[in-house]
């Protein structure tokens, strides 16, 4: 039973990506990038432009998809995933697979000897600094935004968050290369998957403990790397080459040992540069040389030329693992109710948002929650879904929509009051396309909706992860699986535990007892085939009750320039800069 628990879960993907694809024929040409040419060249200097910041460059912190970019290029979690399996991790920091004891309490770890951290820590990891690494996510300066979703399990936890006790009494550290994780509830494996993400890379307690003791946390911009690369710092350790919302600058770490490391690290040196328009960035990538394109999506104009003149240098994933959708804050009125929520998703043409965001070859329209590929996709109905009416109709049903509306106790079939609701989006190219066009679409069931537009990293950090400050719609989120696991996929964003102050990732606050309950009881659910069961009845549930709007299950479309041997992470979703590498 040790060491296969987590082997068994994370494979335990049902559905193949090759049949959930698009039979459209420009996507289908387009080629696999998830592996690396056969004589890759070392050396170069890779430039990739982002349209916004990262939401924070704290490896315990950041829960943005570009900002786990930097994370993976720079720290070594314990596992991670090489770019062309996104169900399996590998072995980073870790030596091997974990081992999960019979009852799924108890997961042991060997870490690799010989790691050591960049400038100025200069020493060898030990087991001692990823259970700090783990541990300092629980503070309250810190405030890791996944690891009480995943590692709430921990023995002592909350006598650690009260300040009774001033270690996390489950992470226990026998040697210098073992730790040992205690939980109270069989969580192993789904814990094991979790060790998969930034937060278990280690952090120097000796070094860090002055910045975490900061409200906010300081560790992020004097952070030591255990990676291939590093943020090029000055002898203190500051991150001179992060200066925030212009550039992130990648250099290589001298302290990194290739003989410890399944990554080849083929560039020199990274510079992400931030703050770019998509249309001038993506003429900039098909001209230019040693460039990538980042953060921001492809105008839908130059989405449809690159697809037919350069194809060799647009590449197009197969479904991510990601769901797009327009969150609503449920604890507002009149979207506290679920016949209003309905209404509003019945009434939708999702399709139009879809042509906003590009067209058909940015991915498919969602009938459920779970996306194609990932497990407990079948069992919430696959392809077709489990059925709701409000979702039938792609285009927008308003005959059902007002049908919705007047259950709700709207006579007239349409919201009758004279509330502004406010709306905070991200204000790159696609996704203001797509506000705009929701913004029409609320318009059609009478709600007049007003739309802040502000960069991404603003738009998450400020607003629509912070339920104090959060408007009544948020319509540009979006959630990528943190791995191949449908708890990963729902319980972050739907579970009303998970509601954090700052940081948090259920947009819609949706706190439902009747779905809390059967979360909770589907979290200690280890059998593969009953756990695909288990959340894929959890996701015909959520989605009977329509939190949000869902309208994509996406692909992720990416230029690179001619002279760039690009490799995508398909557990990422985006390049891999640990294996790309210029020719």
């Given at each position: 039973m040790k060491g296969r628990m987590l082997a068994a879960l994370v494979a335990a993907v049902a559905v193949g990506?090759?049949?959930?694809?698009?039979?459209?024929?420009?996507?289908?040409?387009?080629?696999?990038?998830?592996?690396?040419?056969?004589?890759?060249?070392?050396?170069?200097?890779?430039?990739?432009?982002?349209?916004?910041?990262?939401?924070?460059?704290?490896?315990?912190?950041?829960?943005?998809?570009?900002?786990?970019?930097?994370?993976?290029?720079t720290q070594r979690p314990l596992y991670s995933f090489k770019p062309d399996?996104?169900?399996?991790?590998?072995?980073?920091?870790?030596?091997?697979?974990?081992?999960?004891?019979?009852?799924?309490?108890?997961?042991?770890?060997?870490?690799?000897?010989g790691v050591k951290f960049s400038p100025p820590v200069n020493r060898v990891v030990t087991s001692?600094?990823?259970?700090?690494?783990?541990?300092?996510?629980?503070?309250?300066?810190?405030n890791g935004q996944y690891v009480g979703a995943y590692m709430g399990d921990l023995l002592g936890l909350k006598a650690f968050q009260d300040g009774k006790a001033k270690r996390i009494a489950g992470i226990e550290t026998p040697d210098d290369t073992t730790i040992v994780f205690k939980l109270s509830r069989p969580r192993g494996a789904i814990f094991?998957?979790?060790?998969?993400?930034?937060?278990?890379?280690?952090?120097?307690?000796?070094?860090?403990?002055?910045?975490?003791?900061?409200?906010?946390?300081?560790?992020?911009?004097?952070?030591?790397?255990?990676?291939?690369y590093m943020i090029a710092n000055n002898a203190s350790g500051k991150a001179v080459g992060y200066s925030p919302g212009k550039e992130i600058r990648l250099v290589r770490n001298p302290n990194w040992d290739a003989k410890t490391d399944y990554k080849p690290a083929y560039l020199d040196s990274i510079t992400i540069r931030e703050?770019?328009?998509?249309?001038?960035?993506?003429?900039?990538?098909?001209?230019?040389?040693?460039?990538?394109?980042?953060?921001?999506?492809?105008?839908?104009?130059?989405?449809?030329?690159?697809?037919?003149?350069?194809?060799?240098?647009?590449?197009?994933?197969?479904p991510t693992g990601r769901y797009r959708y327009i969150a609503l804050n449920t604890r507002d009125k009149p979207f506290d109710n679920p016949d209003v929520r309905r209404a509003i998703v019945a009434a939708f043409d999702r399709d139009a948002l879809r042509q906003a965001f590009g067209g058909p070859l940015t991915g498919q329209i969602p009938t459920h929650i779970i996306p194609p590929g990932q497990p407990g996709f079948e069992e919430a109905?696959?392809?077709?879904?489990?059925?709701?009416?409000?979702?039938?109709?792609?285009k927008g049903d308003m005959a059902v929509a007002q049908e919705y509306m007047k259950k709700a106790g709207y006579a007239s079939g349409k919201y009758d009051g004279t509330q502004t609701f406010h709306a905070v989006s991200d204000q790159a190219?696609?996704?203001?396309?797509?506000?705009?066009?929701?913004?029409?679409?609320?318009?059609?069931?009478?709600?007049?909706?007003?739309t802040n537009f502000v960069t991404r990293d603003s738009m998450y950090t400020k607003f629509c992860q912070v339920p104090a400050q959060q408007p009544e719609i948020c319509p540009s989120v979006g959630w990528l699986k943190d791995f191949a696991d449908p708890e990963a996929i729902l319980g972050p964003v739907f579970n009303g535990k998970n509601i954090l102050e700052v940081g948090n990732s259920n947009f819609n606050l949706l706190d439902d007892p009747a779905v809390n309950a059967k979360m909770d009881k589907a979290e200690v659910v280890n059998d593969p085939a009953q756990r695909a069961q288990a959340w894929g009845q959890i996701d015909k549930d959520l989605t009977a009750i329509a939190p949000g709007i869902l309208w994509l299950w996406d692909t992720q479309p990416m230029l690179h320039a001619k002279d760039v041997n690009p490799v995508v992470n398909k557990a990422l979703a985006t390049w891999d800069l640990n294996f790309t590498s210029i020719k």
């Amino acid at each position: 039973m040790k060491g296969r628990m987590l082997a068994a879960l994370v494979a335990a993907v049902a559905v193949g990506l090759a049949a959930c694809g698009s039979s459209n024929d420009e996507e289908s040409a387009q080629k696999d990038s998830s592996a690396p040419p056969a004589k890759a060249k070392q050396g170069g200097d890779l430039t990739v432009l982002y349209a916004a910041d990262v939401d924070n460059i704290d490896p315990g912190i950041t829960y943005y998809q570009y900002g786990f970019n930097v994370a993976y290029a720079t720290q070594r979690p314990l596992y991670s995933f090489k770019p062309d399996d996104a169900k399996t991790p590998e072995p980073d920091l870790a030596e091997a697979a974990p081992e999960i004891s019979a009852d799924g309490k108890t997961v042991t770890i060997k870490i690799r000897p010989g790691v050591k951290f960049s400038p100025p820590v200069n020493r060898v990891v030990t087991s001692e600094d990823v259970a700090y690494g783990i541990e300092r996510g629980f503070l309250k300066t810190v405030n890791g935004q996944y690891v009480g979703a995943y590692m709430g399990d921990l023995l002592g936890l909350k006598a650690f968050q009260d300040g009774k006790a001033k270690r996390i009494a489950g992470i226990e550290t026998p040697d210098d290369t073992t730790i040992v994780f205690k939980l109270s509830r069989p969580r192993g494996a789904i814990f094991a998957g979790a060790l998969a993400l930034p937060a278990s890379a280690p952090v120097p307690r000796e070094y860090a403990a002055k910045f975490d003791a900061k409200n906010p946390t300081l560790y992020g911009p004097n952070q030591v790397a255990t990676g291939p690369y590093m943020i090029a710092n000055n002898a203190s350790g500051k991150a001179v080459g992060y200066s925030p919302g212009k550039e992130i600058r990648l250099v290589r770490n001298p302290n990194w040992d290739a003989k410890t490391d399944y990554k080849p690290a083929y560039l020199d040196s990274i510079t992400i540069r931030e703050g770019v328009t998509p249309d001038v960035a993506s003429r900039q990538i098909l001209d230019g040389s040693k460039l990538v394109s980042g953060d921001f999506q492809l105008p839908a104009a130059t989405l449809a030329s690159a697809s037919r003149q350069h194809k060799d240098q647009l590449v197009i994933t197969p479904p991510t693992g990601r769901y797009r959708y327009i969150a609503l804050n449920t604890r507002d009125k009149p979207f506290d109710n679920p016949d209003v929520r309905r209404a509003i998703v019945a009434a939708f043409d999702r399709d139009a948002l879809r042509q906003a965001f590009g067209g058909p070859l940015t991915g498919q329209i969602p009938t459920h929650i779970i996306p194609p590929g990932q497990p407990g996709f079948e069992e919430a109905g696959g392809a077709k879904g489990p059925g709701d009416d409000f979702m039938a109709n792609p285009k927008g049903d308003m005959a059902v929509a007002q049908e919705y509306m007047k259950k709700a106790g709207y006579a007239s079939g349409k919201y009758d009051g004279t509330q502004t609701f406010h709306a905070v989006s991200d204000q790159a190219t696609q996704q203001r396309n797509v506000a705009e066009v929701a913004q029409q679409q609320f318009a059609k069931l009478g709600f007049n909706v007003k739309t802040n537009f502000v960069t991404r990293d603003s738009m998450y950090t400020k607003f629509c992860q912070v339920p104090a400050q959060q408007p009544e719609i948020c319509p540009s989120v979006g959630w990528l699986k943190d791995f191949a696991d449908p708890e990963a996929i729902l319980g972050p964003v739907f579970n009303g535990k998970n509601i954090l102050e700052v940081g948090n990732s259920n947009f819609n606050l949706l706190d439902d007892p009747a779905v809390n309950a059967k979360m909770d009881k589907a979290e200690v659910v280890n059998d593969p085939a009953q756990r695909a069961q288990a959340w894929g009845q959890i996701d015909k549930d959520l989605t009977a009750i329509a939190p949000g709007i869902l309208w994509l299950w996406d692909t992720q479309p990416m230029l690179h320039a001619k002279d760039v041997n690009p490799v995508v992470n398909k557990a990422l979703a985006t390049w891999d800069l640990n294996f790309t590498s210029i020719k």
